[in-house]
Structures are given as structure tokens and as C-alpha cells.
């Protein structure tokens, strides 16, 4: 079973509108982390935002907040006021203590942002 | 500056001739890992190591070496490179435990002709 699933390999949004990734993850370990990373097309990856599982509150940095919704096993990505520069691949990932601190990656949402 | 340096970032090599990308991390960072990035295959890991002279297979481990004699260095190796090796190498490193994050190198575009 995928540990990591992002369902929409392509977005597009408006500027200055809002957009959320979708993620899901699958685990039976209490004790996780989530992260989303952004891959601009000059190919590096940058640290977005971060939940821990135990977290009570949304993790917001900026323009990023992430949608915990443990229940639901979901993570999502929620970026405000969209912008050109937001346009990039967008990944999310997982990782467990229990499993010898393995990684977890879903395969990506490429963003394009529209003027 | 805290990073992770890859070298080299831009590699076109011919079949069968040995390479090795290196990566180095300055954050004193116990865990390091390879990966690869295929065209909607997202990131699929190579190796991981968690200290030194420890090491452990990922996902897509063959033909691929590695080593980690020194805590700040992850090498990888190519002893005989085929064109399905062609793609984006990343290297990244993080501190044990779960609230960690990676911190990840700049990549390495390898070409195998």
C-alpha cells in the first residue's frame, strides 16, 4: 500500500486565488511528522511546512497552512493568494519513528499558477 | 551556511564507465539518503545511512553503491552505469527522529549515453 498518495498530478490556479494539494498517508505509528516540500523547475527542494502527529493546531507558515485532519489520515496543502512564483512541483512525505525513521514521498502536484 | 553539497550538478557519461557523486553535509546530521527523480515516479530512495559504517538499501538499490566512512560524507557510486540510470540524483540529510526534516542538496542531472 502507498505510505504516501497525492491524487492531483496537475493544478492550476489563478493569481491571487487560493488552491489546496491534496495528501493522504497511511500509517499505524502514533508517533509521525508531514512535510510538504516545493520544487521549482530549477529543481531544488525547498521545506515548505511541517505537522507533527501529537500537534492539536493547523501548522501555518506564511502563505502555507497545512489541513491536519488525523482521522482522516489527510495532510493537505492550503496556499493563500497564489502567486507567479508559487508555480512548481509540490511534494508530500511522511516520516515515522518507528520504522527506522523512513521517508515517505508522494509522487509530486505540479502547480501552475495563472495571471 | 548549514547545506548539503552535491557534486557535480550536471554529469553526461558513456555506458559502463564509473562515476561517483558526492555529497557532503556540514549540520552534523546522523541520517543521509539518496534518491531518484523519474518523470511521475516522484522521489524513490536509493540508500540511506543512519552513522557512519552504516548503511541500507532503499527502494532501488541496484547498481548503486555506497559508503560512509566519515559521518559528514555519502558518496554515491555508479561502478557501471546503464542509460535507465539516467536521471535526477538528490542527496539530503536530516537529524534522527520524526520532527525532522531533510535538508536536501542542490541535485545532480546525470546522462548516460
Known amino acids: 500500500a502507498q505510505k504516501i498518495t497525492q491524487t492531483q498530478p496537475g493544478m492550476f490556479v489563478q493569481e491571487k486565488e487560493a488552491v489546496t494539494l491534496d495528501c493522504t498517508y497511511d500509517t499505524s505509528d502514533p508517533s509521525y511528522g508531514l512535510f510538504w516540500y516545493k520544487q521549482p523547475s530549477s529543481g531544488e527542494m525547498i521545506f515548505l511546512i511541517y505537522q507533527g502527529s501529537y500537534d492539536q493546531q493547523n501548522a501555518t507558515e506564511g502563505r502555507y497552512s497545512l489541513n491536519f485532519q488525523k482521522a482522516r489520515k489527510s495532510a493537505n496543502l492550503v496556499i493563500s493568494a497564489s502567486q507567479l512564483g508559487d508555480s512548481a512541483m509540490y511534494f508530500c512525505?511522511?516520516?515515522?519513528w518507528g520504522t527506522g525513521n523512513q521517508f515517505y514521498f508522494g509522487t509530486g502536484t505540479s502547480l501552475t499558477v495563472i495571471p | 551556511e548549514a547545506q548539503v553539497t552535491q557534486n557535480p550538478r550536471y554529469l553526461i557519461t558513456v555506458t559502463g564507465k564509473k562515476l561517483t557523486v558526492t555529497c557532503s553535509q556540514n549540520m552534523n546530521h546522523e541520517y543521509m539518503s539518496w534518491y531518484r527523480q523519474d518523470p511521475g515516479l516522484g522521489l524513490r530512495q536509493i540508500y540511506y545511512?543512519?552513522?557512519?559504517?552504516?548503511?541500507d538499501k532503499g527502494d532501488v538499490p541496484e547498481g548503486y553503491k555506497v559508503s560512509r566512512k566519515e559521518k559528514r560524507n555519502f558518496p554515491l557510486i555508479l561502478e557501471s552505469p546503464s542509460p535507465n540510470q539516467t536521471s535526477l540524483y538528490f542527496c539530503?540529510?536530516?537529524?534522527?527522529?520524526?520532527?525532522?526534516?531533510?535538508?536536501f542538496g542542490s541535485g545532480t542531472r546525470l546522462t548516460v549515453v
Open positions: 539530503a540529510s536530516s537529524f534522527l527522529g520524526q520532527t525532522y526534516g531533510y535538508t
Open positions: 545511512s543512519m552513522n557512519v559504517e552504516v548503511t
Open positions: 512525505a511522511m516520516r515515522e
